[in-house]
């Protein structure tokens, strides 16, 4: 008998040929993160992953938060796999792991058995009946409640048996990078790294590109960004940061462009900045936070203007829908969010408008855009002299 | 590099680094143990408190060190409060004070006491008179500051004091002198507790003290010792403590040159209001603090001339740097005008830095807030 820890990943399991790519590809990611806590070895099973410690002991509370940030797991389960599968070592290895998760009873239970085995002498019912009753029997406190049940024990008969009564969610999605790759355009905010965090879930990899205009912005404010990317960087396996020195820019757009319409063509060159960054790297998509309708850039009018500076990938916009309490929730969640609030706001605001235009014309805008002349140029300038920080990624 | 952000904190002189690097080898006991190494520790404690001590004009036994001005400020105000309760609910104190004065005197305030916050004047001064009106026979506490950390305004601390003590001796008077300590000299006479702190003197962070007179009787905040008699228990912070006597020591020692010496670098920093139009001066310009120079720029974001100074290699800051990160909290600056507040920097000053220093920084500030002027909020 051995504590294991069974690794459940929904989705994958439905992809037909590719299924084995995305399967090793998210066993890779668990053994890199398991990896910087010791010495674990993953084995498939049938549609699960299993986790055991070639040491002596499993620390679940050391391992499972490792594990359950990775994307693609739905879910983690703490058990145990005995090889014997004797109904009646099945008895006494489930009493002891009932006994060692919940010592002290005061449980309402019942056993659901899953046989894949088909040539198992016993059908799942009766493996269940005879290891419920036998807990009960043998452990006081404990009532057996089939519809209204606190703990479900779950014992699945494989090639060996693993039995386990705590299903511990994680974040779903897919394995990062079997999507491709897109980059995310990420201010220091709350917003974007949700957005990218949403993108990466859906196995993008992620690179980040965050526009960096001293002495508007400060330091404090780019080292927010780096700990937001270095948050994020738990999901993704590492993050690409480029910060793009962008005050030559932004002082040319105040002194051609009327204040109305200032963010928007920032936006745009923003946009064309870091599709220059995407196209280097072999991005197939930027993405962008913005969420319909909640600040003047964000209207569709202001969507629509903004889109056409890219030329040739898509710009991606996983909050459009989201509501800002939405967007909060999961920054909360995935521990964004106190990054993001710290007071350290840049100084930009000399750079919005009093009054910004909500419903901008797109061809308006690509017009008074042309009045920067030089603006490829300073683009291009910008992005050769953009720094890049690898965070948090490995060598391998 | 030019470090006009001496109010903040000051870096390490050459003495103090020294004479602690030797005491950091030889010298590690507990003061409190009883072998002959941990009296070793003891006695170089009992100097330090005599060279502050002696500095101040006090009696060495009035000074308890603590971890810096915040904590001598908690203790004073919340402790002189405990202990006096019984006499009376009013203690009183100014606006503008430093947020650990404030914060202190909120808990008061949500203790049941009564707080009298006195009004500054445009150029941050109290009015004694205000003062006076104040204080009733329920009155237990006054806290006054010296030197205000942000513009540089000196109260008549004395005058301030020995008129709380006409009124009646038994009301307790402090003084946050952590901006004052070893640059202007002040007569403890009539001060029963006064805040300083080591870092804004070349010594270390995490060093300070509150001196309390010869008979002030105070709750203390922090239990579980015998060390400084239960007042502020706890093993002291031996090579901090050493640190500040040796800078105490050097300042008192240069008090009056230096404060000539600032009061150059501060009057050739001044030249920017002849080259600028659009500058003020915040507090009071003639007599003020010669440490603190508190500039207004008309349409300049304070936050980002800061940063501009930044990359040419000069350091000021925005106001106090324990507030600098809760932009909601009233400054200085609002008391006064707070149609300042947005273009407000602050040049503080140390014995080092010199005229040439102030002369390139008005070059390069007449130069930055001019660029800086083109981008404003339109």
């Known amino acids: ?396 | 590099m030019i470090y006009f952000d001496n109010a903040s904190t000051t870096n390490i002189s050459e003495k103090v680094y020294s004479v602690v690097c030797d005491e950091m080898k030889n010298c590690f006991a507990n003061p409190s143990s009883l072998h002959k190494l941990g009296f070793e520790s003891e006695r170089k404690i009992t100097e330090a408190r005599e060279k502050i001590a002696s500095a101040l004009k006090v009696n060495a036994s009035e000074v308890y060190f603590t971890s810096g001005g915040t904590e001598a400020n908690n203790t004073a105000i919340l402790g002189a409060a405990e202990s006096r309760k019984r006499y009376g609910k009013r203690v009183i104190t100014m606006q503008t004070q430093h947020p650990s004065v404030e914060e202190s005197f909120k808990i008061l305030e949500e203790r049941g006491f009564e707080v009298i916050t006195l009004d500054v004047d445009k150029k941050g001064y109290v009015d004694i008179g205000q003062l006076e009106d104040a204080l009733n026979d329920d009155t237990i506490l006054v806290s006054i500051m010296s030197v205000n950390n942000e513009i540089g305004t000196m109260q008549k601390i004395e005058e301030i004091a020995a008129a709380v003590k006409r009124k009646d001796p038994k009301i307790l008077f402090h003084t946050d002198n952590v901006q004052g300590f070893g640059k202007h000299r002040i007569n403890a006479k009539n001060i029963d507790l006064m805040s300083i702190s080591a870092h804004k003197i070349h010594a270390l962070k995490g060093t300070g003290a509150l001196i309390i007179k010869n008979g002030v009787r105070i709750e203390s905040l922090i239990h579980g010792g015998e060390q400084q008699r239960g007042i502020r228990p706890g093993t002291e912070n031996l090579h901090g403590i050493i640190a500040m006597g040796t800078a105490s020591e050097e300042c008192f020692a240069n008090i009056e040159e230096n404060a000539l010496n600032v009061k150059g670098v501060k009057t050739k920093l001044l030249e920017i209001k002849d080259r600028l139009e659009g500058v003020s001066v915040n507090g009071d310009e003639e007599e003020g603090s010669p440490y603190i120079l508190s500039l207004s720029f008309e349409g300049i974001r304070g936050e980002v001339l800061l940063h501009a100074l930044e990359n040419e290699d000069i350091f000021v800051s925005t106001g106090s740097a324990c507030s600098s990160r809760n932009k909601k909290k009233k400054s200085v600056i609002d008391y006064l005008d707070s149609s300042k507040r947005e273009g407000t920097v602050r040049f503080s000053f140390c014995a080092d830095n010199t005229a040439q220093e102030a002369e390139k920084c008005v070059d390069v500030l007449e130069r930055l807030v001019g660029e800086l002027r083109k981008y404003q909020r339109r």
């Open chain 1, 1 to 396: 008998m051995k504590d294991v820890l069974l690794v459940k990943y929904g989705e994958i399991a439905i992809r037909g040929k590719n299924r084995y790519i995305v399967e090793n590809r998210l066993i890779k990611t668990i053994i890199r993160k398991l990896k910087k806590i010791g010495e674990y070895w993953v084995t498939k099973e049938q549609g699960r992953f299993v986790i055991e410690s070639l040491g002596e002991n499993m620390d679940f509370d050391e391992v499972i938060p490792q594990v359950i940030t990775v994307l693609g797991v739905v879910a983690v389960c703490p058990g145990v796999r005995t090889e014997d599968q004797c109904i009646e070592n099945l008895r006494s290895v489930a009493l002891e792991h009932i006994k060692t998760q919940y010592p002290n009873g005061g449980i309402k239970y019942k056993v659901d058995t899953k046989r894949s085995d088909k040539r198992y002498p016993l059908h799942s019912r009766e493996v269940s009946a005879d290891i419920g009753g036998y807990i009960l029997h043998n452990m006081e406190n404990v009532t057996v409640d089939v519809h209204n049940y606190d703990v479900k024990l779950m014992v699945e008969l494989r090639n060996s048996a693993y039995i386990y009564s705590k299903v511990i969610k994680g974040y779903g999605g897919l394995p990062v990078g079997s999507s491709g790759k897109a980059t995310v355009l990420m201010s220091g905010g709350i917003d974007s790294p949700v957005a990218a965090f949403l993108t990466a879930k859906r196995g993008a990899e992620i690179d980040a590109v965050y526009f960096d205009s001293p002495p508007y912005t400060s330091e404090r404010a780019k080292q927010k960004v780096k700990d937001l990317a270095e948050r994020l960087s738990d999901f993704t396996c590492g993050i690409k940061l480029y910060v793009v020195p962008f005050t030559d820019v932004q002082l040319e757009i105040y002194n051609r462009i009327q204040a109305e319409k200032m963010t928007i063509v920032l936006k745009r060159a923003m946009v064309k900045c870091a599709e220059k960054i995407a196209e280097k790297n072999g991005s197939m998509a930027l993405v962008m936070g913005d969420s319909i309708g909640q600040v003047a850039s964000q209207t569709l009018e202001s969507i629509n203007a903004i889109d056409s500076a890219a030329k040739d990938l898509p710009i991606l916009r996983p909050l459009c829908g989201n509501d800002k309490q939405e967007i909060i929730d999961i920054a909360r969640k995935i521990g964004t969010y106190d990054i993001s609030i710290r007071p350290y706001e840049d100084c930009c605001t000399i750079f919005v408008a009093k009054h910004p235009e909500t419903k901008p014309k797109r061809r308006i805008i690509e017009n008074v855009e042309k009045r920067i002349e030089n603006l490829d140029e300073l683009i291009e300038k910008a992005v050769n002299d953009t720094q890049v920080f690898n965070i948090n990624i490995d060598e391998d």
